[in-house]
């Protein structure tokens, strides 16, 4: 494992302790926009925005490029997909009501279940 930066993982997850943060990323999902259209689709001022995504493409989630005299905002997948991987498996493992994840206590019932199913391989 490579060495391990506090500060640094700090802000990566800090910056997506954000609902706003996270809403902009579920938008650009569907594809590249203009702040305009990230503001329109989370129904707020772009000067509440802006900072947001200044701190998104700071960490490297987020890229643009400018058209014109509009920046475009696009996620970038290299950080994003396998993000979005690791998050599935912990929601679907972890956190099954998507509203809470599991107790210390049911997570200890849950891992006596796994470990007591028996896992076969079969060989060619």
Known sequence: MEDFSNEANYFFFSSLANRTRLAIIDILRAGPKNISG??????????????????????????SESSGKEKVFS???EIVAPLSELLAFHTSKYCPSLKYCLTPEKLKEYMKKEAAKGTYVEHE
């Open 38 to 63: 990230i503001s329109e689709a989370l129904e707020q001022d772009e000067t509440t925005v802006a900072p947001n995504l200044n701190r998104l493409e700071h960490c490297a989630l987020l890229r």
């Open 75 to 77: 996620l970038n997948m």
